[in-house]
């Protein structure tokens, strides 16, 4: 038996034997193909009289391709499966690796090497995306430390395995503080407003733990319906605050809280990315960050979040005022506090608009709403995509195949609902690049799709299928288009095909396009039916969801800018070791910006998993940045709607920026496709806030 064999992580001939890999697979392999590509690093730091892409990149890139994906597998499984021994192989081994690649990072001679190709007369005759992965390369080289004296070197290198570690400890305390949590409700009585379906899934909870009753979680579909729908108002006090401390010095219900208290976690993080800057010889972290983004400078980036922050103030504050009234005034509640914002806002939507989010999500049955997205996927990107088969990591986890003309263009792995050992939120990720490997082998991209919505549930005794409220839906979505933006890419180079290479700051563009559609009542038509009449969305209901579209638009804006600021700040201009502290900045931020403040206890911080574990350090603005892009983008679609072009618009949006992926600026992608720079105006309207 082969060693590829014996040990699937190993086993690069075809897709991953998730049903076979195991903790004890993990650190041979690992160190096997940390081995095998040191070898090939020392190989190419020999000197050599002339520098060529395929004697020095193309094998480069070959040996450090296989330890990204046995890596990429690894880390998958510890988001989506942790157990014990599964985390205890990822931490012993996550400090080789990232020892790896900062060692890589700071080699000399391959920095050398990087500059010798780009200087040498082969340069010119390289295509875009191989001179945009040469310019790339030496950027990130710099960003890496490589001209570093040695001393300064190996500190970095410290500073990159201590942040590694960090990071882990973060995601892993706002995990084992959310499992850890269990509420049971022992009468129906107070569960009064919860929809049944949710209810259904917390039975089902209580009754595989063996208790009587109702049991909830601090997993989203969980606990977010009884803030919205419960009428119960202490139940909705104990549920915010537990959602609002977990992995917090103020978790108080939460046993080993010591041991999950993400505070010192916060301060550290923030002291070695100040401490890596300054090596670096930059001002703050905020600026090392930005500089393979499309934003200028710190400043520039909150000019801009400040700037949409004066724009939505006025209807935040109204957005605000009629919230506090209609509490008042319709519901009894003089002091309208946190936890009564979710329920007050949803009882002023019904009475506002005549509806409510529990009649909305028996329109969006998961089958229903999985097989729309795939139609108008197809529809708008001249593809076909069909059930595939692959070794799977969980029960509920589907496998598909994209198609053009008949030939394999990308597959992807959907994992749509929340479980015990899975990581919280949605996210796509990269299980495999596109690149024209060596002998002309085309290498198909594949893509990982992660949601956490609600399971199946057993009523009767009979299994129904997951109902989304049209919030996850708009999250497939926009999932979903991260996924086409990694698997529609024409680019065969692997370090800018795909999301590969794009600046993060734009990455957010093809996602934000997607969720869109999820507004467009011919789309709707192709999406939902009603769970127990099989009845498509009506349009009397649609029409009432377009009117409340934009409900609290304001305050939902500034909530975003709030939170991007915060981040922004952290890592701009807050000393960590100076007597201010990070809830300090975060009450100054809000005592400017925030027209809802939240209460004392509030440490959403400390579960922040995007800017402490999630890549997003002083770049959460991102979303907001590439919102103005995105809506620009789609206002493209709304115009050839009108003409009646649709189609033609949907190809020239995938050659322009699916298809390109990180080969050229994003900026330059976006004027191709539109004609022009991007304008703020798309995004005011669409938020209803451009009046």
Not at 497 to 504: C, L, M, P, R, T
Not at 594 to 623: M, T
Request: proline fraction near 4%; include cysteine; hydrophobic fraction near 40%.
């Amino acid at each position: 038996m082969t060693i590829a064999a014996s040990n699937p992580l190993l086993d690069f001939s075809g897709l991953t034997r998730f049903d076979a890999v195991k903790p004890e697979h993990v650190t041979p392999a690992i160190e096997q193909l940390i081995e095998e590509a040191s070898e090939v690093v020392t190989r190419l730091e020999a000197p050599v009289d002339t520098v060529t892409w395929d004697s020095f990149v193309v094998p480069l890139e070959e040996a450090t391709e296989r330890l990204g994906r046995a890596w990429g597998v690894v880390n998958h499984l510890n988001n989506v499966m942790d157990t014990p021994e599964l985390r205890a192989v990822y931490n012993e081994n996550q400090p080789k690796v990232t020892e790896f690649w900062t060692s890589l990072g700071q080699n000399e001679a391959l920095f050398a090497k990087y500059k010798l190709l780009r200087a040498g007369s082969d340069y010119d005759s390289l295509n875009p995306a191989r001179k945009k992965i040469v310019e790339n390369a030496l950027r990130d080289f710099r960003l890496g430390g490589a001209e570093l004296p040695e001393e300064r070197k190996q500190r970095f290198a410290e500073i990159q395995e201590l942040q590694a570690a960090t990071s882990t400890r973060f995601s892993e305390n706002v995990l084992d503080a959310t499992n850890d949590y269990k509420l049971v409700v022992e009468s129906e009585a107070e569960l009064a407003g919860v929809p049944d379906d949710v209810k259904a899934a917390a039975r089902a909870a209580a009754e595989k733990d063996g208790k009587a009753g109702w049991q909830f979680t601090l997993h989203f579909p969980s606990y977010y319906p009884v803030l919205q729908f419960c009428d119960n108002r202490s139940l909705r006090e104990t549920v915010y605050r537990a959602s609002a401390t977990k992995a917090s010095d103020a978790g108080l219900m939460f046993s080993e809280l010591e041991k999950w208290d993400n505070s010192s976690n916060i301060v550290n993080l923030l002291r070695l990315r100040n401490e890596e800057a300054k090596l670096l010889d930059y001002g703050n972290f905020a600026e090392v960050s930005l500089v393979p983004k499309m934003a200028q400078s710190p400043q520039h980036v909150i000019e801009f979040l400040e700037d949409l922050a004066k724009r939505a103030r006025p209807f935040a504050e109204k957005d605000l005022e009629e919230l506090r009234a209609f509490a008042r005034d319709e519901l009894g509640i003089d002091d309208m506090q946190s936890w009564d914002v979710a329920y007050a806002s949803e009882k002023l939507r019904e009475k506002r608009y005549a509806f409510s989010e529990k009649e909305v999500k028996e329109y969006f049955p998961e089958p229903k709403v999985v097989g729309g997205l795939f139609t108008i996927i197809q529809d708008l990107f001249g593809v076909v995509i069909n059930t595939d088969e692959a070794p799977v990591w969980h029960p509920d986890v589907r496998f598909f195949r994209i198609e053009r003309d008949g030939d394999l263009i990308g597959q992807f792995y959907l994992d749509l609902y929340a479980r015990q050992g899975k990581g919280q939120g949605a996210w796509m990720d990269d299980a495999r690049g596109r690149r024209l490997a060596t002998g002309g082998i085309l290498q198909t991209p594949i893509a990982y799709l992660t949601c956490n919505f609600t399971p199946p549930a057993t009523v009767d005794g009979k299994l129904q299928p997951s109902l989304f409220t049209h919030d996850e839906v708009i999250t497939l979505f926009h999932e979903f288009g991260h996924g086409l933006h990694h698997m529609l890419t024409e680019v065969e180079e692997l370090s800018v095909s795909g999301i590969s290479g794009v600046e993060w700051d734009a990455v957010e563009l093809p996602s934000q396009f997607m969720e869109n559609f999820c507004w467009e009542w011919d789309k709707l038509q192709q999406m939902t039916a009603h769970v127990k009449t099989g009845e498509p969305l009506p349009r009397l209901l649609f029409d009432k969801m377009l009117a409340a579209k934009n409900f609290q638009s304001g305050m939902v804006t500034l909530r975003q800018v709030e939170f991007s600021l915060i981040d922004m700040h952290l890592h701009y201009d807050f000393d960590p070791e100076s007597q201010r502290t990070v809830q300090d900045l975060i009450n100054d931020v809000r005592e400017k910006f925030s027209v809802l403040v939240p209460p004392a206890f509030n440490r959403f911080q400390h579960s922040f998993g995007h800017i402490f574990s999630g890549g997003y350090a002083a770049g959460y603005y991102s979303y907001k940045w590439a919102e103005v892009l995105s809506a620009d983008a789609y206002a493209a679609f709304e115009e050839a709607l009108e003409r009646g072009n649709l189609a033609e618009t949907g190809k020239r949006f995938q050659r322009e920026i699916l298809a390109m992926g990180g080969s050229r600026p994003a900026l330059e992608s976006f004027k191709a496709f539109r004609g022009r720079e991007p304008s703020i105006d798309a995004l005011l309207r669409h938020s209803g806030m451009n009046g």
